[in-house]
């Protein structure tokens, strides 16, 4: 293990009590200490232990959120039917311009905790499979919650707002007959964990950053000590976009929910770590990336200086297949797809930097992480005793925690509903039949699911090099014109789900029918 470093670690947990009828947020607030081996923590007071037992108080209102419906999930987990809820902050006050989403202020991201175990208490036949940090690129505070699965650049300035997306199944009655578990202990809560790399350098242009591993190291050697107050569920990489004209550095707000789309920019990244309240476990954590392979850098074009090329993703997802082949006595937590910087040189790519200078409409290659815990090689817990039903849930659920036996993805894509007759540009459907087609797909594959994500992709690389989401060497938020001009990209929204196994696909005969395209007459010539 390396070296112990200090890195800020921030928790967020939700104080429970019997006769509350709203959650409220309590946290662990730690900062860097003189010394700078240590990491002092300021604790505030946590959940009731009747909360554990399901005895907490009133559950409060329902928080506004939105559902989407999804397919099969794991049956090991009692799904049937794979959904999400989201939480979005609410603005908080207009600074100037009402028509600037910029001089809006949004709520922090520990606010969505609260509402999300509001949420969770109200539903408490739901088994939570992934919390994401999910992100939207809008220029208009109406685009947060239409449902669209693009974000069309225009000429207002644009922000990305972060969000909250709870991933679950539905326990059935019979979950238990499907193998399925079901939240017998009663209502469930979430609480997470921020982890911001330690800044090494701070008197030079830019901050220097220690790497993901020295990170990992000081988070297992902080949590070896102190475990989190309960399970693990999700470990994700959360960019931080940083522009250089407002960002001083090098420190950052890991709960800021908003930031302005600027050209030149920073990425920042950090982990975030959710975990589901009860009996503190030891548990390690850990990360493996997978980078696809280098081709060449084949020419100059017109919207990036170097145009790299890699292989595809898949390329890399059979890396990762390979590696959880071999793996033992780990439970993968997430499973994404992340974008590191490409400088001149394939040599210079490093998946594991967690902080990258000057992102100004460079190509970044992607690649593969998946994140994972591991216990301390404690002794195998006692067989639960006959009866309880309680107790048999919580030893399935651990039965739940091993290694897939096999590994697979599929990469859904929203369908075009428009296409400009002149320009070519396509209009592309909503986010939600995008979904109901997934789900369509995912009954009839029947296959455990372990992970799912939501991502941006450039719709010149999807459109117009029908590339299926497949492109890793790509320029995401902005491109530059064949004159030099730099604009910002249209982007689209798709999903890709990871799978334990391979799959057959599906006929086509019980999977819903593509819309219709339909020919807009965008033409602006006029015939003399």
Known sequence: MAAVVASTLRRRTMQQQKQQTAAEAARYQASSSSDPDQVTLTRTPTKTASFYRGGGGGSGRSPQHSRGGGGQGAPSRGASVLLFADFWPRPTSVLEDGLNVRSVT???????????????????????????????????????????????????????????????????????????IQNLGG??????????????????????YEDLPETYASVN???????????ILTIETVSLKLPVRFWKGPDVDPDATSTADELVHHIFYITRIYFLFGKPEPELIGAQDFLPDFDQCSRLNRTCSVLPKYRPLANAMNKAAEWLHNARNIHVTNIQTMETIFRNIPENVHTGITFMKRVDGCVTVR??????????????????????????????????????????????????????????????????????????????CERRVLSVEVLYH???????????????????????????????????????????????????????MLPMVEEVNDCRCSLM
């Open 106 to 180: 949004f709520e922090r991201f520990d606010s969505l905790i609260p509402r999300a175990n509001a949420w969770l208490q109200d539903n408490v036949e739901v088994d939570l499979i992934k919390c994401e940090t999910v992100e939207r690129k809008i220029s208009d505070l109406d685009q947060l919650t239409s449902g669209s699965s693009m974000f069309t650049p225009g000429s207002r300035s644009s922000v990305f707002i972060k969000g909250l997306r709870l991933w679950y199944a539905s326990c059935s009655r019979d979950a238990s007959k499907q193998g399925g």
């Open 187 to 208: 209502p469930v809560a979430i609480g997470y964990l921020n982890v911001v790399p330690k800044c090494l350098e701070a008197k030079s242009k830019y901050p220097i």
């Open 221 to 231: 050697t902080y949590m070896t000590d102190k475990p989190l107050e309960g399970k």
């Open 367 to 444: 690649f593969v992480r998946i994140t994972y815990t591991r216990g301390r090689l404690l002794p195998p817990p006692p067989s639960p005793p006959p009866g309880d039903p309680a107790a048999a849930a919580a030893a399935a659920a651990d039965e739940a925690y091993m290694t897939p036996t096999g590994f697979a993805y599929k990469t859904f894509l929203p369908a075009a509903v428009k296409v400009g007759m002149c320009s070519g540009s396509p209009e592309y459907e909503a986010f939600a039949p995008m979904w109901e087609r997934a789900k369509a797909w995912l009954m009839c």
């Open 458 to 512: 450039p719709v010149s690389s999807l459109w117009h090099c029908q590339d299926g989401g497949e492109t890793t060497a790509i320029c995401t938020n902005w491109s530059q014109s064949m004159h030099g001009a730099k604009h910002r990209q249209q982007l689209v929204q798709i999903v890709r789900v990871y799978l334990d196994g391979e799959y057959q696909e599906p006929s086509t005969d019980h999977l819903p």
